[in-house]
Nanobody, 121 residues
Framework: QVQLVESGGGLVQAGDSLRLSCAASGRAFSIVAMGWFRQAPGKEREFVAAIAWRGDSTFYADSVKGRFTISRDNAKNTVYLQMNGLKPEDTAVYYC??????????????WGQGTQVTVSS
């Protein structure tokens, strides 16, 4: 099993930046890629970004491309989501997840508990 713990959420104003972290533990060696997802009230969960655990592959949703950057620190088993130019529509609970396939798959195996991001206008 892989345990994932997110942190870094909070309340910010439109245009501000925020960095989310996701620390992996347990069988982290089994991870092939990590992703960030978000779910706004009354909406379905949506993909945000993904990064390969090894190598340079990344993948972003069109809605965040150019504003959000996903990165990782393998030594810390941690993935980050740097969010710049935040908009009220970015308000959601953000989840990290891991998979054993690639950055493009929709089949994620393990999920964190989520961290709330609220962007005020």
């Amino acid at each position: 099993q892989v345990q994932l713990v997110e942190s870094g959420g909070g309340l910010v104003q439109a245009g501000d930046s925020l960095r989310l972290s996701c620390a992996a533990s347990g069988r982290a060696f089994s991870i092939v890629a990590m992703g960030w997802f978000r779910q706004a009230p009354g909406k379905e969960r949506e993909f945000v970004a993904a990064i390969a655990w090894r190598g340079d592959s990344t993948f972003y949703a069109d809605s965040v491309k150019g504003r959000f950057t996903i990165s990782r620190d393998n030594a810390k088993n941690t993935v980050y989501l740097q969010m710049n130019g935040l908009k009220p529509e970015d308000t959601a609970v953000y989840y990290c997840a891991s998979n054993r396939k690639n950055v493009y798959t929709i089949e994620y195996d393990y999920w964190g508990q989520g961290t709330q991001v609220t962007v005020s206008s």
